[in-house]
């Protein structure tokens, strides 16, 4: 089954910096979602992009997708210690809910 | 607070036995998912039911089981463990054609 693989896999950074991490992906799919995960707990969902979009805001989430390269990029503007966490993609290739999940992202975000 | 629980929170058995995870879905969620998450095997989907069905099948080996009730709770069961069990187990669910999935905060499983 396809994965995304995040890039890249750890990212320190300062309150109020910016963040930018990505993920790519092997075959078609029908979306692309973002999760985060503080150590240990569960994941939240954070965004999902569907295969006919390129861009999409959340609050201070700025996701994009380029199926024609097969990747993604999540974009966390103006960061926070609380925004220190792992951050998933996963995909949905067949639009049947069964997600893909990538390696991950750590990002700590010093205060 | 995702709305889906999960018990035990932590479950520390011996190889050989069996365990039961149990997971309770949002209200109104018909589809459950299970996944297991391990250091070297990153987050792997299990399997996913819809309904009381089994509807997709992902890495889930031949010892593991799992059913989802009427009242729409699921359990995974996990036998002849082995030391490679070892792992964040987790429970989501989700509306269907909705896309996010709202996960539990997992069931620790540590095989000794």
């Known amino acids: 089954s396809q994965q995304g693989e995040e890039d890249p896999q750890a990212l320190s950074i300062q309150e109020g910096e910016n963040a930018t991490m990505n993920c790519s992906y092997k075959?078609?799919?029908?979306?692309l979602q973002w999760y985060r995960q503080n150590s240990g707990r569960g994941l939240v969902h954070l965004i999902l992009?569907?295969?006919?979009?390129r861009e999409k805001h959340s609050g201070r989430l700025r996701v994009t997708l380029d199926t024609s390269k097969k990747s993604s990029s999540l974009l966390i503007t103006a960061s926070r210690a609380a925004d220190t966490a792992s951050y998933f993609c996963?995909?949905?290739?067949?639009?049947?809910?069964?997600?893909?999940f990538g390696k991950g992202n750590q990002v700590v975000v010093i205060p | 607070d995702s709305g889906v629980t999960q018990t035990p929170k932590h479950l520390i058995t011996a190889t050989g036995q069996r365990v039961t995870l149990r997971c309770s879905p949002r209200?109104?969620?018909?589809?459950v998912y299970w996944y297991q998450q391990s250091l070297d095997q990153g987050l792997q989907f299990l399997i996913q039911?819809?309904?009381?069905?089994?509807?997709a099948k992902g890495n889930i080996l031949e010892r593991f089981s799992a059913q989802q009730f009427p009242d729409l709770h699921s359990e995974l069961n996990l036998s002849s463990l082995e030391l490679g069990d070892s792992a964040l187990y987790f429970c989501?669910?989700?509306?269907?054609?909705?896309?996010?999935?709202?996960f539990g905060p997992g069931t620790r499983l540590l095989v000794l």
């Open positions: 992009i569907r295969s006919n979009e």
């Open positions: 996963a995909t949905d290739a067949q639009g049947n809910n069964r997600l893909a």
């Open positions: 075959t078609s799919i029908n979306n």
């Open positions: 039911y819809y309904n009381g069905e089994e509807r």
């Open positions: 209200s109104g969620d018909l589809s």
């Open positions: 989501a669910s989700s509306v269907t054609g909705d896309g996010a999935q709202y």
